[in-house]
């Protein structure tokens, strides 16, 4: 990669930053296309959140992703929303359009095509379990009820949010059924008896010691698995999947580089080289 004064710019706001993989992906598809831009991370405290965007006109970069902690608070300091993005209440990616600023959600599209790409499956008419009523928890309910999903039911450890979100979510999608479990009960089995596609969306796994919300012994063969986590790519969770005998467990990584993929298609109005992002990532 070449840095020269008509180099444009792209990166990441996040805090911590050091661990994203974002740089990586998007800088391979730079140059696979010869295109002059950079990827950068930037550490952004949240207490800066505030200037840093507004470094994004300054500085005319021509878009930045989103990551955590950032995404919900970054939606005050934007021109413009997508649907999406205000449906899910989360921004990952925005575009500086000639001075205006633009948030949307990949995350949710992301999802959806890495459940295609990596476990062949479609939402439409299935029955989803995602266990974690979290931001990440949110964003997948979105997707999967923009999907048509055939009912949704969200388990969670404080089983209040997990209502919370499933009221805000009949009043977005009438037409869905979904329903609130707390982690603890003991419905939990049957419900995945009955589910055909099961999520982790909490942050169980990214730490050592934690123990699982489900066993294996309560999974079936039939059900495919996704594990929003990806580091370690063998999650405790798809372990876990492994040991019941899942044919279709999957791991985050594909839905980072769908919503990668598609942040590439914003900024540069092109398609991604989705082969070359992967090869990065993977
Ligand atoms: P994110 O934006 O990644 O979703 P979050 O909003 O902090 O992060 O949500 C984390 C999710 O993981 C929540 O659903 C949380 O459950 P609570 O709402 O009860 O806190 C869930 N979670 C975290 N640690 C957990 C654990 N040890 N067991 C079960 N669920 C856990």
Known sequence: MKITGKTKIVGIF???????????????AFSALRLDYCY??????????KEAVEGIRALN????NITVPHKEAVM???????????????????ENRDGRLIGYNTDARGFI???????????????????GAGGAGKGVAVAC??????????????????ERLTEYLKGQFSEIPFSAISLEKDRLPEVIADADILINATSVGLKRGESLPVSSRHLHKNLVVY??????????????????????????????LYQ?????????CKRPPIDVMKKALF
């Open 76 to 94: 005050d300091y934007l021109d413009e929303l997508s649907s999406e993005a205000r449906l899910i209440g989360a921004v990952n990616i925005i």
């Open 227 to 256: 594990d929003l986590i990806y580091n370690p790519p063998d999650t405790p969770f798809l372990k876990m999947a492994g040991k019941a005998g899942v044919k279709k467990a999957v791991n985050g990584l594909g839905m980072l």
């Open 61 to 64: 970069i021509r878009g930045v």
């Open 40 to 49: 950068l991370p930037f550490e952004v405290r949240p207490e800066n959140l």
């Open 145 to 162: 009820a923009m999907e048509n999903a055939a009912a949704i039911t969200i388990a969670n450890r404080t089983a209040d949010k997990a």
């Open 113 to 131: 095509k890495s459940l295609l790409m990596d476990a062949k499956t479609k939402v439409k008419g299935k029955r989803v379990l995602i266990l």
């Open 14 to 28: 996040g805090y911590p930053v050091k661990h994203t993989l974002s740089p990586l992906m998007h800088n391979a």
């Open 260 to 268: 990668g993929a598609l942040s590439f298609e914003i900024w540069m």
